[in-house]
């Protein structure tokens, strides 16, 4: 008699099916080898058929899904718009919608001569305000950002603004026209209201109405709180620009000044839609008025009227219930203010925007309301230049691009040239470095120096102001790791001057040889060719040289520092011993200098020998 062992027969399984056809095949042949006595007529009217057909149609349906969800874990296969959203949010691809172009707008007013007749009367010129709103011919809308003042005058008393005479009697001007230039961005501008009721909502979500918002312009509540949009909720800090009333406004228009923002929140867009969501803060203002994080022991449960517990569930997600991820106010009414609308339309040729919509002007001066009704009657308005900037919303495919990209770029600055691409990427507006360097600062093992250089209006370089030099140090705060320092030093001018002297060959026009040679010395040491601690090699300049057509020889090469004066040319005042700093022929500056040869005209001399 045959005994039990326990063990049953293992069957024959494969996982090799990948659709119906396959599944089908597979289960016949299962059917067949295991079950030959219990259905034997597989054909498509069958019974067994109509099993094989119900299965091979589940496991092909379970296969297809499950390619689908695994193609939705890459940016490259993903399709589904919840899922590329997450995979372009994971990597901190920004979601945008169409972006608003940018142009310049000149207004013209014309406005009444001074008792003189030498010039346009000062208490009537106008400032046109900001949020004035004009309208091209394709119906697309311009609003001016900043406020343009027709007072305004240069160091030396001058308006700015351009005139003309417009009318005279008996060669007496009697009215000017003036014109002076602001800039506008396109879009319109919506105010929506949001009720929040009594109930705090940590991260609470506010969904604002039209699609492609390019700015929220402001957002407060009824208690005369601002609130600020920041990159993450972590951040505390921004950084607002104010205008630069120093003596150097000339150099560096605007002013970094940080600014700390409890009341903070951030955007996020749906792709769908490209409608945007405000998401407030984690923090109750009511609730947490002094302390940063809440005390821990109020989340305590007390259990007075009995002596025997079991396990008590706790939510960690009170302790979210601080100011480190912001706050906002309860049983208010919060106004935002945003500009919507963009698109390649919106970057109109020039001169297409020539209507005023709304013009909101004001006197700072004493004018009667009738010639101010007849300067507001006078004014017109036109694009000189095309508009640029409108973009179409990105596409899905445009957006998955910017994911690799993004996923290698870094928000902090590790090596020097993370901190020399930082600089060069302060907005313009703050102020312009022209050059900059990063070297380890050999008294300090935790510090490097940064050496900056600026340019004038004549491409010469100067030594940056210190209101830049302030915005670079604000700007660069949030970037640095928690041990580095950095000191921001003025990079050092070495001018110099070039002498030569040639021998030409006696067939050929010796001034024109001679004029070609000076053309592309001065190109050589154009200062756009030039960085800091960039040596000056002389094999270079001699290769240079002798290239020139008709050069036959060159007889001397002869690279000096000038610092003296000479009339009314003003040099810098840095020594530098250039044969001392010669090594191969090569002419090797200071660390934190900088070449330049200052005045080309004057300071590269030729000499023709024979």
Do not use: W
């Amino acid at each position: 008699m045959a005994t039990k062992t326990g063990l049953t027969q293992v069957r024959q399984r494969k996982y090799l099916a990948k659709d119906f056809n396959a599944f089908r095949e597979q289960l016949l042949e299962y059917a067949k080898l295991y079950y030959p006595d219990k259905i034997k007529d597989f054909s498509e009217a069958s019974l067994g058929g109509l099993l094989l057909d119900f299965a091979s149609y589940v496991g092909d349906t379970f296969s297809f899904y499950l390619d689908h969800q695994f193609g939705e874990l890459s940016y490259d296969t993903a399709v589904e718009y919840g899922n590329i959203e997450n995979l372009l949010k994971t990597a901190g691809v920004k979601i945008q919608g169409a972006a608003p172009a940018i142009v310049p707008l000149t207004f013209y007013v014309r406005v009444p001569a001074n008792q003189n007749g030498n010039g346009p009367d000062m208490n009537s010129l106008p400032i046109i305000q900001a949020n004035t709103i004009c309208s091209a011919d394709n119906g697309v809308e311009f609003i001016l950002k900043d406020d343009i003042n027709f007072n305004d005058t240069n160091q030396d008393g001058t308006l700015k603004a351009k005139y003309i005479i417009d009318k005279t009697v008996n060669n007496v001007p009697q009215s000017y026209i003036l014109s002076a230039e602001g800039e506008a961005i396109s879009g319109k501008e919506k105010i929506e209201t949001f009720t929040i009721g009594n109930e705090f909502v940590p991260f609470k979500r506010l969904s604002l109405e039209q699609p492609n918002v390019s700015e929220i312009i402001s957002m407060k509540d009824d208690l005369g709180n601002d609130y600020y949009e920041v990159s993450n909720l972590t951040d505390d800090t921004i950084y607002l620009s104010v205008l630069n009333t120093k003596s150097d406004a000339a150099f560096v228009k605007n002013r970094i000044k940080p600014k700390l923002v409890p009341y903070r929140y951030v955007t996020d867009t749906t792709l769908a839609t490209r409608q945007t969501t405000i998401i407030l803060g984690g923090g109750n203002a009511e609730s947490f008025e002094d302390d940063a994080l809440p005390d821990p022991t109020s989340f305590a449960i007390s259990l007075p009227y009995t002596k025997t517990f079991s396990k008590i569930a706790i939510n960690p997600s009170s302790m979210l219930n601080s100011k480190t991820l912001g706050v906002y106010n309860t049983n208010t009414t919060m106004t935002v203010t945003y500009r919507y609308g963009g698109g390649l339309n919106h970057s109109v040729k020039n001169d297409s925007i020539k209507s005023i919509k709304l013009l909101n002007m004001t006197f700072p001066g004493d004018v009667s309301s009738a010639t101010a009704s007849a300067i507001r009657g006078s004014t017109e308005v036109t694009n000189l230049d095309d508009a640029s900037g409108g973009e179409d919303a990105m596409t899905i495919d445009e957006l998955k691009q910017l994911i690799p990209l993004m996923k290698n770029s870094q928000e902090r600055m590790v090596t020097a040239p993370d901190v020399i691409a930082r600089i060069y990427s302060l907005p313009t507006t703050f102020g312009r470095i022209f050059r900059t360097s990063v070297h380890p600062d050999p008294n300090n093992r935790q510090a490097s120096n940064i050496y900056v250089i600026s340019r004038n209006d004549s491409q010469q370089l100067v030594i940056s102001p210190d209101t830049l030099k302030e915005n670079l140090k604000n700007y660069l705060t949030p970037y640095r790791q928690l041990s580095d320092t950095f000191n921001i030093l003025d990079a050092k001018i070495i001018n110099i001057g070039c002498n030569f002297e040639v021998m030409i060959d006696p067939l050929l026009n010796k001034s024109l040889v001679l004029q070609q040679v000076l053309i592309r010395l001065k190109d050589y040491f154009n200062i756009k060719n030039f960085t800091i601690d960039q040596p000056i090699i002389r094999d270079d300049i001699l290769s240079l040289i002798s290239n020139v057509q008709g050069i036959m020889s060159i007889n001397s090469l002869i690279i000096n520092n000038i610092v003296t004066n000479v009339g009314s040319r003003t040099y810098s005042n840095v020594s530098f011993n250039i044969p001392m700093n010669t090594i191969n022929n090569v002419i090797v500056p200071p660390i934190g200098s900088i070449f330049e040869i200052k005045y080309p005209n004057y300071d590269i001399i030729g000499k023709v020998v024979t």
